[in-house]
């Protein structure tokens, strides 16, 4: 069902509903910083899905004249979660989201954790002999590319090789201007290609500001492909520091941690193995059931 555009679909999304729908057991909201209010206009049951809070990246997203904008959808979001929405369920997709919620008032009781999952990944292609670095992900602001395209020009020099961003979104033709030697943007890829690269790519860099988990964290895993990122929420929750990546507490812990995977294969590899083995439980099969019990309890518990 399609609503309009990036902003007019919030605004149509009850006409649009109640035109193409109408009626059923359970309707799922998914709270990407601006909601739906569905329990507003909705008669029966609902279920709202949290990725991630957004708070500080409203900040971020509308800065200098737009300041007025980020204030007002950081309360709108607050608002809707903790205030228009006092009762149902909502399901965040990891524990540093869960707390995002609890600290906007949100009852503990009220919150179930389901976990993104990854499908099997198939037969594995090769890795690359050469240094190949992996970022993957919309590229807009909070994803900070920019940033790290600043730390290549610090670890080129060490690693050699290539860094690669597979992606699209409104901030590509800034980052490709900022991009130095080595640096290869994509865009979209297909399924075939995004798997071919997980599985070549010597590391996977997320420098994200936030995640509600960092899907493509679980994704690398499942190839056997570690991840340096930041230690921030959702993130950690998807790479155990010292384990299936590194976890970086700033600019020149990345970088170091880049350059130290990169130039050890025997660390590489045992990171990358313990990050297959986590990544298996994490299927989409397990998913889907755990949301299915969560999604039959908001029903249960729903009082007209």
């Not at 601006?34 to 971020?60: E, F, I, Q, S």
């Not at 608002?79 to 009762?87: C, D, T």
């Not at 509600?212 to 998807?238: I, K, N, Y």
Request: contains cysteine; hydrophobic residues 45%.
């Amino acid at each position: 069902m399609s609503a309009g555009g990036d902003l007019g679909h919030y605004l149509r999304a009850r006409s649009t509903f109640q035109r193409q729908v109408g009626d059923c057991d359970l309707l799922v909201e998914v709270c990407n910083g601006m909601p739906y209010l569905a329990p507003l206009w909705h008669r029966g049951p609902t279920l709202c899905l949290v990725n991630h809070v957004h708070t500080d990246l409203w900040r971020m997203r509308f800065g200098g004249p737009l300041a007025p904008a980020a204030r007002l959808g950081r309360r709108l979001e607050h608002w809707a979660l903790a205030g228009a929405r006092r009762h149902g369920l909502l399901v965040a997709v990891s524990p540093s989201t869960a707390q995002a919620l609890r600290a906007l008032g949100v009852e503990r009781e009220r919150i179930r954790i389901v976990h993104n999952g990854v499908e099997e990944p198939g037969p594995p292609a090769a890795r690359s002999p050469e240094p190949l670095f992996l970022a993957m992900g919309r590229l807009v602001e909070y994803k900070r590319i920019d940033l790290l395209l600043r730390l290549w020009e610090r670890v080129r020099p060490v690693t050699g090789g290539r860094l690669v961003i597979v992606g699209d979104g409104p901030e590509r033709a800034r980052l490709q201007r900022l991009a130095g030697p080595g640096v290869e943007f994509t865009g979209h890829v297909s399924e075939a290609e995004k798997h071919r690269l997980l599985c070549a790519a010597w590391l996977l860099l997320h420098p994200s500001a936030v995640e509600g988990w960092g899907l493509v964290v679980t994704e690398a895993a499942a190839r056997g492909t570690p991840a340096v990122a930041f230690d921030v929420p959702g993130l950690r929750d998807s790479v155990v520091d010292g384990e299936t990546g590194l976890l970086a507490r700033g600019e020149s812990s990345f970088a170091a941690a880049w350059c130290t995977l990169a130039l050890s294969a025997e660390r590489r590899a045992l990171l990358g193995r313990a990050a297959g083995e986590r990544a298996a439980r994490y299927r989409w099969s397990r998913t889907v059931r755990q949301f299915r019990a969560v999604a039959a309890e908001a029903v249960r518990g729903w009082t007209p």
